[in-house]
């Protein structure tokens, strides 16, 4: 476990444990879903955490395959008998802590060096840089190939946020794509009004486990029970978001990502934000989160 610490703020990392975050707290009140007891182990434990790192893709290859110049590539199922693979490898694996600022222990990065295998047949190098702030937390992620050929690339962070009753989001965004009954994106629709967070409203139960595009890149989570705000900026290259709001549970999931869920199995993957990396090149993004108290 790697904790860090700034002011109110505090956190956890699990570099064992898919380097996921087992907490985040602001005046000791978790804002992620706190790791469950007796779930810090690989496989399962980052599905019991706070939050993981999507990488080298987010969400679903359709049956665990997909062609990539000229090939068909076939992934291990990595999800239980569920029929596709998810999230790509690294938040199943164990990764390494290559550095800690131990005067002031608000930061922390983690590398992750994957070698082809039946999860991903590229050998490629996955960086997360985590910061605490005196009001935010500031993650980099980086992918690089280490491979002699060309890899598809994505990446993206799952964080579980805490799912109270009044708990309030808000986001923009242009359209959303709908789902089969395999959980596979068909086609893209106007957000109906039940997932429509273009202003700040209670999120209730409105059965999402969508992906959005044309996002503002900003969104808003707000606890009145906490009196507190949390607004998420995401870079560039995180053109899309993934809302998952599971029926009677104590989570949600706002996740910003770099493409659409199954991209890699659509004829124009880089339409929906695939990346191609050549040999030696990296793709980075950022996420920031800021934390403001309500006042009055």
Same mark, same amino acid.
């Given at each position: ?89 690294a938040? &199943? ?9 131990? &005067? ?15 999860? *991903?047949? *590229? ?18 992620l ?7 050929r ?37 086609h ?23 992906c ?62 695939? &990346?191609?990396?050549a ?18």
């Amino acid at each position: 476990m790697v904790p860090l610490c700034h002011g109110n703020l505090e956190a956890s990392l699990l570099p064992g444990c898919g380097g996921a975050f087992s907490y985040l707290r602001w005046k000791g009140q978790d804002l992620l879903r706190p790791l469950v007891s007796g779930c810090d182990s690989l496989p399962e434990g980052p599905r019991h955490s706070g939050g993981y790192v999507l990488a080298p893709y987010s969400n679903r290859i359709a049956d665990a395959a997909f062609s990539w110049q000229g090939e068909t590539i076939c992934l291990k199922r990595n999800f239980g008998n569920h029929p596709h693979s998810l999230h790509g490898f690294a938040w &199943q694996r164990a990764w390494e802590l290559v550095r800690q600022d131990e &005067q002031s222990q608000d930061r922390a990065t983690l590398v992750l060096h994957h070698l082809p295998d039946t999860d *991903w047949p *590229w050998s490629c190098k996955v960086t997360q840089e985590v910061s605490l702030g005196p009001n935010r937390v500031s993650l980099t992620l980086s992918l690089e190939n280490l491979d002699t050929r060309p890899m598809p690339a994505g990446l993206g962070w799952h964080p579980y946020f805490q799912r109270t009753p009044k708990v309030q989001l808000e986001f923009a965004a242009a359209s959303v794509w709908i789902n089969d009954d395999r959980q596979l994106p068909t086609h893209q629709v106007t957000p109906p009004d039940k997932w429509h967070f273009c202003h700040l409203r209670p999120l209730e139960w409105p059965g999402v486990d969508n992906c959005y595009t044309g996002w503002s890149r900003h969104a808003q989570i707000h606890w009145p029970e906490y009196r507190l705000r949390l607004r998420l900026l995401a870079s560039e290259e995180l053109s899309h978001l993934v809302l998952f709001t599971p029926e009677q549970q104590d989570f949600f999931a706002l996740e910003p990502v770099s493409h659409a869920n199954a991209a890699l199995n659509s004829d124009k993957p880089h339409a929906h934000g695939m &990346q191609t990396l050549a040999p030696g090149e990296s793709f980075s993004c950022h996420l920031q989160l800021n934390l403001e108290e309500d006042h009055g």
